[in-house]
């Protein structure tokens, strides 16, 4: 990953809202979720259904019993239907794709991962090199692999890698998200806080050589909401063109003049996974840009496999 500076296109600012979910934590300026909106909306009028139920109904107790029942069995079903996942595939074509799981895991277990993580991951905030300048990296990480594995360096900076072991949470979320793509394998975690709306990562491809052509990359979400863009990258830019192997990338990125969007926003949300695969690497680049509205902490979870 070789980080470039921010560089935001002004059509790309978000209508922002501030996001207030009573008695779930904190209120961090994201983005106003729709489905969590309704799904509040929803609760609370299942709540109301329950306290009206306590009035006199002018039933008999045994068609009273009856009616709760299907209540709650109605309530259950509602908050069932809102809390399950949603998986969504995004082909941005010529071999590459994205899945999106929104509601991956469950609200409140995203936050106990949420702060689990924050408290507990050793976080640093290295010097990288951005086009031969030393600078702070806009944002705090960390990195766990298994042992034995090629050291990733980017950005001329070479993380030491911790073990799964010292973070026993992390190795439930890997389950997880192992479970959610069977046949996928991962073996290395880079972790990322975004401490606010200044925090940001700069357009790159995860193309480095180790993880190989077409590495998988399962991203997952806590906390304050910020958008993830993806724009696919000019010919000349591509890794294929730069190493003079010109054939397959010619081919793959010519025929981006078929009416195919060339850029994709994507306000990942609290509990979600996004997951790259294929030629997404060596086509595309993605950022994490800087948004005024983004005041909470965002911590960002991209698991990978080393080869
Ligand atoms: O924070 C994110 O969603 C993306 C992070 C990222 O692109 C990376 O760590 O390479
Ligand atoms: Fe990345």
Known sequence: MEETADLLPESLQPANEPFDVASKKLSC??????EDESLDKKNKCCSDIVSDSNYKTGLNCHQEDQRRTSLVASIVEVVASHDAPTRRTIDLGHGSDLIYIQ?????????????????????????????????????????VASSGLTPLVYSGYRPDA??????????????????????SRFNSL??????????????????????????????????????FVLKKKKLQDSSLEKRGDG?????????????????????????????????????????VPKRAKAEGTRINLTFRLVL
């Open 29 to 34: 300026g994201q983005i106003t979720n729709e």
């Open 103 to 143: 509601r991956f895991l469950p609200f409140q277990k995203s936050w106990t991962f949420f702060d689990y993580l924050d408290k507990h991951i050793p976080w640093t905030r290295p010097t990288i090199r951005v086009f031969g300048r030393s600078c702070l990296q806009p944002r705090d990480t960390c990195y």
């Open 162 to 183: 911790y073990s799964w072991d010292d973070f026993p949470p992390l190795k439930e979320i890997l389950d997880a998200i192992c479970e959610a793509l069977p046949g």
């Open 190 to 227: 880079l972790l990322n806080r975004y401490k606010g709306a200044n925090d940001y990562v700069g357009w790159h491809a995860d193309d480095e050589k180790l993880y190989g052509a077409t590495p998988e990359i399962a991203s997952l979400s806590l906390g304050c909401e910020r958008d």
């Open 247 to 287: 054939g397959p990338a010619n081919k793959r990125l010519k025929r981006s003049s078929s009416g195919e969007e060339d850029q994709h926003s994507f306000a990942l949300k609290h509990g979600s996974l996004l997951v790259m695969r294929g030629y997404t690497q060596k086509d595309w680049i993605h950022s």
